[in-house]
């Protein structure tokens, strides 16, 4: 099994990053060219500007907007609204809750939908990462979960979840087999798979992994450049799907004091101490249903076998890619609707 050590110095080779990509870190650890992430100037300019008032709730008509302590202390952020069995989703990065304002008016009539922000995104809290980005792991982000869940007053529960969500997820699956009922995942691979098989299509598809875990401040001070730009990119060219309402929701949040290094602590995390909470737990397999979706436009599944890649990580998988990019929650909702529907009604 391949260690982290080598897989980054692999990327490094792979992309031609060796002398030109640490180059360019030294550039911006040492001239300072760029606006730190944590600025207040960028705060207390959202105050006086087009995005004052905006609400991730806003987006949520007749949900109830809740904010709930988890037990490490730290507030999320969340909607609640619709009838029926508790469904929570979770949505990826560098988005917030609002990702799903799409799916969940497709989903309330059959669900109670708890839709949150992930710590760090969104209108969470953002707590220090820690000396090993121990407050960033996925586990933590699912003991929030959880935590909000139990709060809410449901301890077992459907699970949705896309990107960086799609992860936290997982490891809630985990730690809290019995909490989960059922488990949807949007376009994600274990994330110990991509490492231990990291290749030049792996690198070239998910470049941004080993760009937002480098060392701070190098991606934080890249990311608060141009905020706007990088959100765009984001969406690997399907900007047209996001309603600009949205899209200035989205960067609202992104552009909160200390948005971009939290998202950052998430990545590093993820390359680190999450992998060995991942090898730690190398035979232990997911045990409820779970249904995963994968855009067919990824270039990162061609040529693979998405299924059997998550059969060696969960007892019963079924799926298949969809007519999508990364992105499913906002390019095909309604059809996104319907799989999850069919999958978790009984």
Not at 214 to 226: D, H, K, M, Q
């Given at each position: 099994m391949k260690t982290l050590k080598s897989t980054r110095r692999n990327f490094l080779s792979i992309t031609g990053l060796t002398g030109i990509g640490l180059m360019g870190a030294?550039?911006?650890?040492?001239?300072?060219?760029?606006?730190?992430?944590?600025?207040?100037?960028?705060?207390?300019?959202?105050?006086?500007?087009?995005?004052?008032?905006?609400?991730?709730?806003?987006?949520?008509?007749?949900?109830?907007?809740?904010?709930?302590?988890?037990?490490?202390?730290?507030?999320?952020?969340?909607?609640?609204?619709?009838?029926?069995?508790?469904?929570?989703?979770?949505?990826?990065?560098?988005?917030?809750?609002?990702?799903?304002?799409?799916?969940?008016?497709?989903?309330?009539?059959?669900?109670?939908?708890?839709?949150?922000?992930?710590?760090?995104?969104?209108?969470?809290?953002?707590?220090?990462?820690?000396?090993?980005?121990?407050n960033y792991t996925f586990r933590a982000m699912a003991q929030?979960?959880?935590?909000?869940?139990?709060?809410?007053?449901?301890?077992?529960?459907?699970?949705?979840?896309?990107?960086?969500?799609?992860?936290?997820?997982?490891?809630?699956?985990?730690?809290?087999?019995?909490?989960?009922?059922?488990?949807?995942?949007?376009?994600?691979?274990?994330?110990?798979?991509?490492?231990?098989?990291?290749?030049?299509?792996?690198?070239?598809?998910?470049?941004?992994?080993?760009?937002?875990?480098?060392?701070?401040?190098?991606?934080?001070?890249?990311?608060?450049?141009?905020?706007?730009?990088?959100?765009?990119t984001s969406f690997f060219g399907r900007r047209d799907a996001i309603e600009d309402k949205a899209f200035d929701n989205f960067l609202r949040t992104l552009k909160r004091e200390g948005s971009a290094h939290a998202q950052c602590e998430d990545y590093r995390a993820a390359a680190t101490i999450d992998l060995e909470h991942d090898r730690a737990d190398f035979d232990k397999k997911i045990q409820c249903p779970v249904l995963v979706l994968w855009g067919e436009s990824n270039p990162l599944y061609k040529g693979m076998d998405v299924i059997e890649v998550w059969k060696e990580r969960a007892e019963n998988v079924s799926g298949r890619g969809v007519n999508s990019n990364h992105w499913i929650p906002e390019i095909i909702p309604d059809q996104l609707a319907k799989e999850i529907l069919a999958f978790a009604t009984p």
């Open positions: 030294n550039i911006l650890l040492a001239k300072g060219n760029f606006k730190d992430s944590s600025s207040t100037t960028e705060e207390e300019k959202l105050k006086d500007s087009k995005y004052a008032g905006l609400r991730s709730s806003d987006f949520f008509p007749g949900y109830k907007s809740f904010n709930i302590t988890s037990s490490s202390g730290v507030k999320i952020n969340g909607v609640v609204g619709g009838s029926g069995p508790p469904m929570l989703l979770l949505h990826g990065a560098p988005v917030n809750l609002a990702s799903w304002r799409k799916v969940a008016p497709l989903l309330q009539d059959r669900y109670t939908i708890i839709a949150t922000d992930l710590r760090g995104y969104g209108d969470s809290d953002m707590p220090d990462g820690g000396d090993k980005h121990e929030d979960q959880v935590d909000v869940m139990k709060e809410l007053g449901y301890d077992e529960f459907h699970l949705v979840a896309h990107d960086r969500g799609a992860r936290v997820a997982r490891r809630l699956t985990l730690d809290h087999p019995k909490a989960v009922k059922t488990l949807t995942i949007l376009d994600i691979l274990p994330a110990l798979y991509f490492y231990d098989n990291l290749d030049k299509k792996f690198a070239e598809a998910y470049w941004f992994w080993f760009m937002y875990s480098a060392p701070a401040p190098v991606p934080e001070n890249w990311i608060s450049c141009n905020y706007e730009g990088f959100l765009n």
